[in-house]
């Protein structure tokens, strides 16, 4: 099992910027493929970005690529959501997943999943 406990989340404007941090614990995450999704008021669930065990690789959702960043250090087993130029768009809780082996972007193939962290983007 892998508990997951997202921090980071916060009240910010338009512009702003924000670091979300997903720690875990439970088992050691360097095989696991991590992700950050979001979801809004009224709407589903949404893929935002994900990272390969290594690292190496990370694949964004065009609405975020090129604002947000995706990053892990294995060895405190923990990711990271770097998120610049936040618009109101992007307010939404924002939930860390993870699956073993090869990376997707929906969430019924995630295995663990944690609690979410609220991001506010004020205009």
């Known amino acids: 099992q892998v508990q997951l406990v997202e921090s980071g989340g916060g009240l910010v404007q338009t512009g702003g910027s924000l670091r979300l941090s997903c720690a875990a614990s439970?088992?050691?995450?360097?095989?696991?493929?991590m992700a950050w999704f979001r979801q809004a008021p009224g709407k589903e669930r949404e893929f935002v970005a994900a990272i390969i065990g290594s690292g190496a690789s990370s694949y964004y959702a065009d609405s975020v690529k090129g604002r947000f960043t995706i990053s892990r250090d294995n060895a405190k087993n923990t990711v990271y959501l770097g998120m610049n130029i936040l618009n109101t768009e992007d307010t939404a809780v924002y939930y860390c997943?993870?699956?073993?082996?090869?990376?997707?972007?929906?969430?019924?193939?995630?295995?663990?999943w944690g609690q979410g962290t609220q991001v506010t983007v004020s205009s």
């Open positions: 439970g088992r050691t995450i360097s095989s696991y493929v």
């Open positions: 997943a993870a699956r073993a082996v090869l990376l997707r972007t929906r969430p019924l193939e995630y295995d663990y």
